[in-house]
């Protein structure tokens, strides 16, 4: 069977992007490989073991075009309504709360926030099949 280990965005800074996932959602460098014309810099932490890669092209000065395709990426918290006043608190603006039902249940508690990159991150309250 196939185990899904990563994803991998396209970022311009690389202290920046660190900066902001380490300071979001707890990722830390568990390895950065550098090559001539790129660097790879692989970002964890204990909760799972897949891995956020963050590819840094070299002498590259314009932001990525995200275009139409890419959706976002989805992280899962224990309380979504503390880890939303944490990000406000530290100014790095989440969107708004948004409970979404179906048939009457709560399906999912959830909010979206930007990196700096302009990826989107939808982070989720565990909860049904958001664990």
Not at 2 to 23: G, N, T
Not at 25 to 42: K, M, P, Q, S, W
Not at 47 to 62: H, P
Not at 83 to 104: A, C, W
């Amino acid at each position: 069977m196939a185990k899904m280990i990563h994803s991998m965005i396209r970022v311009l800074d690389e202290a920046r992007s660190v900066e902001f996932y380490s300071k979001v959602f707890g990722l830390a460098v568990a390895d950065r490989v550098d090559f001539e014309t790129f660097t790879l810099i692989y970002m964890s932490n204990d909760e799972t073991g897949f891995e956020l890669e963050l590819t840094v092209n070299k002498g590259r000065i314009e932001p990525y075009n995200l275009g139409d395709a890419y959706g976002h990426l989805a992280v899962s918290v224990q309380e979504v309504q503390v880890e939303h006043k944490r990000l406000t608190d530290l100014g790095v603006n989440p969107g708004k709360l948004v409970e979404l039902n179906r048939d009457g249940k709560l399906f999912g508690l959830f909010f979206f926030i930007t990196d700096p990159d302009g990826y989107k991150i939808e982070v989720l309250q565990r909860h049904g099949r958001f664990q």
